[in-house]
């Protein structure tokens, strides 16, 4: 019986998966991160996953050979020095922003990131980008789509929501629950519900599907949603 991952594996030999490891302080993010790699890409190896600068550089498992680092921290430890350490200990950074401005691009590119990429990229995006900064490629058509497309769409599909449909999708991807977003939005609960279902409706339209929370956080995440 033939590995599904077979043709992949051919087309890297005998190079064994990329170590990676990942730094983001919104856990269920980080999480949905670690998912889609492990199922998606499977030329790279999760091995390290953190909520906080500490708990990565004291892992046993750093360095590796490539970290995504997010620039937003609430950890008082810059970007720079974030980075530099990172490049000291033998590893490439590929910094992830829902912040995509010329200040903290020159601000990762100077302390020594490989690359600065915006979270609402689609991750099919982010991971090339992380091939190229490896200097290895997939073969194409290898990688697994991560979403379903429309015939004939190239680009991925934002919803459009509604002011109220975007804000309860920011502070529900923020960690709140319903009865809070309802609350913080100062409407009743069955309102905030509505929004809620009404944003997973709209992406289920687009082809991306947001049912689980953690799926309508990383959607939040793509499309700069998350504050």
Not at 76 to 90: D, L
Request: charged content about 25%; hydrophobic content about 40%.
């Amino acid at each position: 019986m033939t590995h599904p991952d077979s043709h992949l594996s051919a087309h890297l030999g005998d190079r064994a998966p990329i170590r990676l490891a990942i730094l983001d302080d919104h856990e269920v993010l980080l999480d949905s991160l670690n998912s889609w790699i492990t199922n998606n890409a499977p030329d790279f190896d999760v091995v390290l996953t953190a909520s906080t600068w500490l708990q990565l550089v004291h892992s046993d498992r750093f360095p590796t050979e490539l970290v995504f680092l997010d620039f937003q921290l609430k950890e008082p430890v810059s970007i720079e020095a974030r980075v530099r350490t990172c490049r000291a200990a033998g590893a490439k950074v590929i910094v992830l922003s829902s912040l995509d401005s010329r200040e903290a691009r020159d601000r990762a590119s100077s302390a020594g990131a490989a690359a600065f990429l915006s979270k609402s990229l689609p991750m099919q995006e982010v991971m090339d980008a992380a091939r190229q900064v490896m200097g290895v490629e997939a073969e194409g058509g290898a990688q697994l789509d991560w979403r379903p497309l429309p015939s004939g769409s190239a680009d991925q599909s934002k919803p459009k929501l509604s002011a109220g449909e975007a804000d309860a999708l920011t502070l529900y991807a923020s960690g709140l629950s319903t009865p809070q977003v309802a609350e913080r939005m100062n409407v009743q609960y069955e309102t905030a519900k509505t929004y809620l279902r009404r944003v997973r409706e709209k992406y289920a339209k687009a082809n991306r599907p947001a049912s689980k929370k953690a799926d309508l956080i990383r959607r939040a995440a793509e499309d700069g949603f998350l504050r």
